[in-house]
Nanobody, 125 residues
Framework: VQLQASGGGLVQPGDSLRLSCAAS????????LAWFRQAPGKEREFVAG????????YYGDSVKGRFTLSRDSAKNTVYLQMNSLKPEDTGVYYC???????????????????WGQGTLVTVSS
């Protein structure tokens, strides 16, 4: 199983950034792919996720209206378009894969089996 996250960097407040997560090594029928983030000194939090079968997309409250999750099924890749970035969006962003999740468990990090290496996003002026 591989979850290859990329796209992080240093940006200014108000800027945009797009993260990518290329996934491989498992059956996509039952998978949920999600982004979590962890800021320094804080717990990891759910950012956005997609249930591959059906395409249902979920967002964390702090990113609704600013972040957009999408996928390229041909490439088995999910993208996180982050707009209007704020300093509080700073952190390491992780891609994760979980299986047979339901809507009530998509936001629970404990339900995810595989994790990528993380990509650092820094929003600072």
């Amino acid at each position: 199983v591989q979850l290859q996250a990329s796209g992080g960097g240093l940006v200014q407040p108000g800027d945009s950034l797009r993260l990518s997560c290329a996934a491989s090594g498992f059956t996509f029928r039952d998978v949920t792919l999600a982004w979590f983030r962890q800021a320094p000194g804080k717990e990891r939090e759910f950012v956005a996720g997609i249930r591959w079968s059906g395409g249902n997309i979920y967002y964390g409250d702090s990113v609704k209206g600013r972040f957009t999750l999408s996928r390229d099924s041909a490439k088995n890749t999910v993208y996180l378009q982050m707009n209007s970035l704020k300093p509080e969006d700073t952190g390491v962003y992780y891609c994760a894969a979980g299986f047979r999740l339901v809507a009530s468990t998509v936001r629970s990090q404990g339900r995810y089996t595989y994790w990528g290496q993380g990509t650092l996003v820094t929003v600072s002026s």
